[in-house]
């Protein structure tokens, strides 16, 4: 039975809009860089500077959650820290200024998530499908941002997505307020080197280099996609549209998992969404100027992203014991959207003007074969 500890609405809320900040991020903040005059070179090393924090910071923070009277007084804290330094945004005129202003909100921002997602999990107790209708919530806002900005940068500039993230800064803060505190009496910290202990496994280790390799397959879409579009001939309008039909067959899929989560083991929904998630980065990279097959790889999102998530979700709470879910979350985040974000995020930067947007797209579908090898290989077929 669930937890009334957590409201399941307004915990569906801040879902919402910490995803609907994303889905200002992700599509557009390339594109606000690329008006800011920064080269794909630049592009992509401010962009693996962003995931570089989110090595070290999700870490930090959640070994410093004991410091907290409760994990929601430090989502506070990082929320008003987080608004603060990205207000700074408009005084950033240079590569070196935007990489601080960009690592500094990042470094507060990466403190959030983490601790909602142990505290999600806790909240559903044994009824993990309540988890994925309650993350649906950050696809729907996430969805209805990327829209609603897609057509709202076709009659203004690119240059107020920071007004509008900022909107979305202030309505997090408040929205954690609503939320009580959790009973501080009740928290378990690990024994000293447990979690070390915990990470010199085998399936420990093979979760958390699959989960790299799919987020190094990522580097070109999160730093280059709409750019990617634009330069193919896409509205601003149209961006938006792609980027919310992969998150809407996203939703559809977090929506639904719960009924099809058993048709196969969790090994086998790994393999299978990376090998989907190959194929979708070769349609890309071949096939962008026929509308038709774009909108078929966004619908990989499901796999790429939803399902891939899902189970991780899985596997962090079998792997770990309960007293390390808050660090085993920071681990996930700091490991997959850190280390392997900041490399495809630096790589394909690196080689996107040399090589050119299709190549870049055929190295990412290297990247995720190998993690389908790694994940066929180095998964147990027993779990789930």
Same mark, same amino acid.
């Given at each position: 039975?669930?937890?009334?500890?957590?409201?399941?609405?307004?915990?569906?809320?801040?879902?919402?809009?910490?995803?609907?900040?994303?889905?200002?991020?992700?599509?557009?903040?390339?594109?606000?860089?690329?008006?800011?005059?920064? =080269?794909?070179?630049?592009?992509?090393?401010?962009?693996?500077?962003?995931?570089?924090?989110?090595?070290?910071?999700?870490?930090? #923070?959640?070994?410093?959650?004991?410091?907290?009277?409760?994990?929601?007084?430090?989502?506070?804290?990082?929320?008003?820290?987080?608004?603060?330094?990205?207000?700074?945004?408009?005084?950033? =005129?240079?590569?070196?200024?935007?990489?601080?202003?960009?690592?500094?909100?990042?470094?507060?921002?990466?403190?959030?998530?983490?601790?909602?997602?142990?505290?999600? /999990?806790?909240?559903?107790?044994?009824?993990?499908?309540?988890?994925?209708?309650?993350?649906?919530?950050?696809?729907?806002?996430?969805?209805?941002?990327?829209?609603?900005?897609?057509?709202?940068?076709?009659?203004?500039?690119?240059?107020?997505?920071?007004?509008?993230?900022?909107?979305?800064?202030?309505?997090?803060?408040?929205?954690?307020?609503?939320?009580?505190?959790?009973?501080?009496?009740?928290?378990?910290?690990?024994?000293?080197?447990?979690?070390?202990?915990?990470?010199?496994?085998?399936?420990?280790?093979?979760?958390?280099?699959?989960?790299?390799? /799919?987020?190094?397959?990522?580097?070109?879409?999160?730093?280059?996609?709409?750019?990617?579009?634009?330069?193919?001939?896409?509205?601003?309008?149209?961006?938006?549209?792609?980027?919310?039909?992969?998150?809407?067959?996203?939703?559809?899929?977090?929506?639904?998992?719960?009924?099809?989560?058993? !048709?196969?083991?969790?090994?086998?929904?790994?393999?299978?969404?990376?090998?989907?998630?190959?194929?979708?980065?070769?349609?890309?990279?071949?096939?962008?100027?026929?509308?038709?097959?774009?909108?078929?790889?966004?619908?990989?999102?499901?796999?790429? !992203?939803?399902?891939?998530?899902?189970?991780?979700?899985?596997?962090?709470?079998?792997?770990?014991?309960?007293?390390?879910?808050?660090?085993?979350?920071?681990?996930?985040?700091?490991?997959?959207?850190?280390?392997?974000?900041?490399?495809?995020?630096?790589?394909?930067?690196?080689?996107?003007?040399?090589?050119?947007?299709?190549?870049?797209? !055929?190295?990412?579908?290297?990247?995720?074969?190998?993690?389908?090898?790694?994940? #066929?290989?180095?998964?147990?077929?027993?779990?789930?």
């Amino acid at each position: 039975m669930m937890s009334s500890a957590l409201p399941f609405k307004r915990l569906s809320f801040f879902y919402a809009l910490y995803f609907a900040l994303l889905g200002c991020i992700a599509p557009y903040w390339g594109l606000f860089l690329q008006n800011r005059a920064f =080269d794909p070179e630049q592009l992509g090393q401010l962009m693996a500077c962003f995931g570089l924090v989110r090595i070290l910071a999700p870490n930090l #923070w959640a070994y410093w959650s004991r410091y907290f009277r409760s994990p929601m007084q430090m989502v506070r804290t990082a929320g008003v820290l987080t608004m603060l330094c990205f207000s700074l945004i408009w005084w950033a =005129d240079s590569f070196w200024t935007m990489a601080a202003v960009m690592i500094l909100y990042g470094f507060f921002w990466a403190a959030m998530l983490p601790q909602y997602e142990a505290m999600t /999990l806790q909240h559903c107790g044994t009824q993990v499908e309540a988890y994925g209708q309650i993350r649906m919530w950050g696809s729907i806002g996430f969805v209805l941002v990327v829209l609603g900005a897609g057509y709202l940068f076709e009659l203004v500039s690119v240059g107020w997505l920071p007004v509008v993230m900022l909107t979305l800064m202030a309505l997090i803060g408040i929205n954690s307020l609503t939320l009580p505190e959790a009973d501080a009496s009740n928290r378990k910290h690990s024994a000293p080197g447990q979690f070390l202990n915990v990470l010199k496994s085998r399936p420990v280790q093979v979760f958390i280099l699959m989960n790299i390799l /799919l987020q190094i397959s990522h580097g070109p879409y999160y730093t280059f996609f709409s750019i990617y579009l634009e330069n193919h001939g896409y509205k601003p309008a149209q961006i938006g549209l792609l980027w919310s039909l992969g998150v809407m067959a996203e939703v559809f899929l977090f929506w639904k998992f719960h009924r099809v989560v058993n !048709f196969f083991s969790w090994r086998t929904w790994c393999v299978l969404s990376l090998l989907i998630t190959a194929v979708r980065w070769t349609l890309i990279g071949s096939l962008v100027d026929f509308w038709g097959w774009l909108i078929l790889a966004q619908l990989g999102h499901a796999f790429s !992203f939803a399902a891939m998530h899902a189970i991780s979700m899985r596997y962090i709470q079998h792997l770990f014991p309960q007293q390390l879910q808050a660090r085993a979350q920071a681990l996930y985040s700091s490991v997959g959207f850190g280390i392997g974000g900041a490399i495809g995020a630096w790589v394909s930067g690196s080689l996107w003007q040399p090589w050119g947007g299709s190549q870049v797209f !055929f190295l990412a579908t290297l990247a995720a074969l190998l993690g389908a090898l790694v994940a #066929w290989k180095g998964l147990k077929a027993t779990e789930g």
